[in-house]
């Protein structure tokens, strides 16, 4: 065997182990472990080249991101649940040490007080901005926390009113298997129709194993937010659950007082879920907390990460705090150590796979704490009025955009209501497909967006887009769009 | 103690940051970008309806970026981790995390990627995702992996949902999945969160599960076993081929939990112990950082008749041109928003051509040998400990408390004494079906002369420490021992 970097033990390491142990070669190891099954051969890998040293395997990776469109000449206006905001430099050089990125999920607190510590900044910064009592350790993305937030309800939901009765003892839990009657079957879970469809179809792969019916709720056609009518239309006995998106995927703000009044005005009372993507806008709107949510669970990856090509991401998990013990993921909290100093650790584990198993309220064991670090270290230096500032800064551009793009005549306005950072056009041009508009304007290093419909697009802006990309951004969508035959 | 490496160590105090706040001071350089003078000045109520307008600010810290520097570089000082000792967690496989690989997913127009780029402009990361697939493919004997599930118990679920999904299709109602006692706990959580019921198999004298103790657990219900291989005793799983068997002839499926592959990368192909579908842990076997808790990847591969029920989207390729497709017949439905963690998924590639064919097979045999090393030294230091005394481990191992006991050390004693001496404690209490387990997986990449140390550390703890100080310890953290009871009775969960 010749020297590999990675590996610290010497041949002749090799060679005293397996004296140490008694036995010749790596074949006789092997079959004294695994028995009659064959051993391969690595080098007949077919798949896998010979080792590529670290000076080649930059290179080939470099020739790969320059192939890439360009990060700082490629303009992006597209969201659809992951925006493009400015990272500090600071994050990148605080999370390169390696005792963030290089240790496990936190089980001995005595020696991992530092992501602890920075998990509860976490957990506290998030719930100020959310409003909501008590936000957990991360989820993966938005999609997976809407899912989980889902199951929680549908507990929560059983609990509150049960004819059913769980055997003596036991939690409501996420599973009935066939020989139970399925208490969730005549369970209704109304989703409106501005939550993220790829959201949804994740909700849909997670709630369809417990019987629960999911409904649309359907949005009014000129605003853009959830049709209060529909809603009251769709709400019957069975309703565990309203998911409302704020703003919507469609960018619009949703009238979360008037939906929270008809939704917890409803007897038996369903519990309010509220989702979104861009939490960004809390620095401006009003946060779900405000208006009585029982449950947040949406995206934060626009607080200090990265858009990955769409992961990792950071799934945001908050509620009221009489139903803590019901949340999925893991939670930290503030306690003493033996010297009567502050100290951190997970609380409540037994609501987790590790204690619970079975009946534990989720499967969820890593998550995405370093992304929530990130994300601690981000709302960190944006400080109250930075944070305040920047939202205000990204619903400005977008309304700037948004009246420079009518403004060219080409697009008309998609809804009316209220947005944010993001918004609905509609291409007026009929020989202009939102396709080709879309892969036009990319050719030209821009990302106009997001198709929504054949002749629909979702545009979105941050602080990331000066005024002069927005001016780009309509004089190549006039180029397009007018010379189209 | 001068031959270990926890000596002693100045520790900066740090209050949380909202207590160093100064009113009207932020961290943030918030970037100019061309608004003109009026529209500086305007406010939200300019442009949303007033009643939307949040009134109170975020009760967030007021502290500059110096502040914010210092603050967290000091907490980071008070996490243990794999580039600075030793981190022996069982079935976590803490191996080394290549610098190079953090460097490459850091490239500017990788990690700013949008997912919704048009595919044309992306073809160079979906090539990625598509060969990834390939090298996975070979290097299990399985026909398709997936990347949408985000961690190891996201990839539990979507594989158990594909056997759901998959019996639905055959029409056949079967609810159980058996799952040996030594099982990781997301085994029966993501059974359960799958609509199945777990029903727990015993694990037998030898530290594997008897194909003859499956018989009596079979039943037209049985829909899989879900077997962890090697298991979390660091067992190879000897009946493995006649489990298979015997499950297969029942007309079940056999899942394997692949977080423990690191015991057969680039030797033994998954395939031949005649399994359906596995997940693979990449911020595991494929030396992707743990975070401090994550991201990671669970990526799951299948045998040729599951590929149509995966998750979409998926990396297709065809006449040249690499697609994200969604057209797979029984699709379990989609379990992430976009394509996969692209982040981690990178650095995982990057790190299978580092090693390239020639290195590939040294991971697993070295992990091996020094887990017997451990098992071997450590079965005389910890006498009547080793409950396999006599059987070869793979890449981990398990003791139970038995001799520190009777030196009158408790495992968790034990855990908080190894602090001190500078090494990250093994899992502990853990597999449950081992009294005070003790489990220790040192990895490819750890010295001989590292374990020495560590080993030393124990025999100190074993045969020199008293029960006093064990109550102690740790003692050199930043911290002491920390009182998780009152932590759960009074749940303080923000500022």
Redesign the interface.
Known sequence: ??N?H????SES??K???S??NIKS?KE??Q????D????????????????D?LS??S???D?????????KFS?F?G???Y?H?V?A?I???I????????????????????L??L??F???M???L?MD??N??M?????SLAEAI?MSLRLYLNANSDYSPRQGQQV???????EINPHSNHLILVSEGV?P??L??V???V???KAKIKIVKLNKKTGQTNLNDLKLKLSAGVSTVVIQQPNYFGI?E?L?ELEEVIHGFNPMPFFVVSGAEPFS??????PG?HNADIFAG?GNSFGN????????LGIFGAKSEY?RQMPG??????????N?????F???TR?????????T??????????A?RAA?Y????????????S??N???A??LHEKLLKTGLFEEWFSG???NEFTLRIKNKKVSAVQF??GM?DRGI?AG?QIAEDGILVSAT??????DIERYAENAKDIIKTAV | MGNFPGISGLFFDEDLLIRQSSKGVYGISIPDCGLKDFELKKTSADYINKKFARKNDPGLPEVSEPTVVRHFIRLSSWNMCVDSTFYPLGSCTMKYNPKINELISSLGNIKGLHPLTPIHLVQPALKIIYDFNLILCELTGLDEFSFSPQAGAAGEFTGLKVIKKYFDIRGEKRHIILIPDSAHGTNPASSALTGFTPVEIKTGANGYIEAKDIERHLSKDVAAIMITNPNTLGIFESDIKKISEIIHKNGSLVYMDGANFNAFIGNVKVLDMDIDLIQLNLHKTFSTPHGGGGPGSGAVGVRGFLKDYLPIPYVSFNEGIYNISEDKKYTIGRIAPFLCNFGVLLKAYAYLLSLGKDNIASVSEIAILNANYVKKRLGKILDGADPFEDRLCMHECVFTDKAIEDHGISTIEFAKLLIDYGFHPPTVYFPKNIHGAIMIEPTETESIKTINEFLKAICKIRFKTKKSAALKSPRKTKVKRVNEVLANKYPVFKY
């Open positions: 065997m010749h590999f990675y590996f610290p033990t390491d090799i005293r182990l397996y140490i142990l790596k190891l092997f004294k472990i695994i028995g099954i064959p051993l391969i051969d690595a080098n007949n890998l077919k798949m896998l080249s010979g080792g590529i670290e395997l930059f080939y990776f470099y790969v991101a320059l192939s890439l469109p360009d990060k700082n992006i597209a659809g649940g992951v493009n400015f500090p600071v990148d050089s605080l390169s040490r390696s005792e963030f990125y290089t240790p496990y999920t936190p089980y001995q607190p005595e020696v991992s007080q530092g992501t510590f920075a509860f900044e957990q506290s910064m719930a100020e901005i409003g008590v936000v350790a991360s993966y993305d938005g999609a997976e199951l839990q996420n599973n009935y298997s066939s020989d993220n790829n959201y179809s994740v849909k792969s997670f369809n194993n417990i703000i009238d007082e809390f620095g401006v709107i009003n946060p405000y995206e990265y858009m990955n090509f769409g992961g990792p991401l803590i893991r939670i930290v909290g503030k306690t003493k150590d033996a010297k100093k502050d100290a951190y650790t609380i409540l584990a987790e796979q590790h204690i619970r198993r079975g009946a534990a989720s499967n969820i064991c890593t998550n995405n704490s370093l992304n670090v270290i709302l960190s230096l944006c400080s109250k009025l930075g944070f305040k500032e920047l205000l800064l619903l400005k551009l309304h700037i209220d947005f944010f879309i892969n990319a990302l997001i602080e990331s887009n000066s005024t002069c």
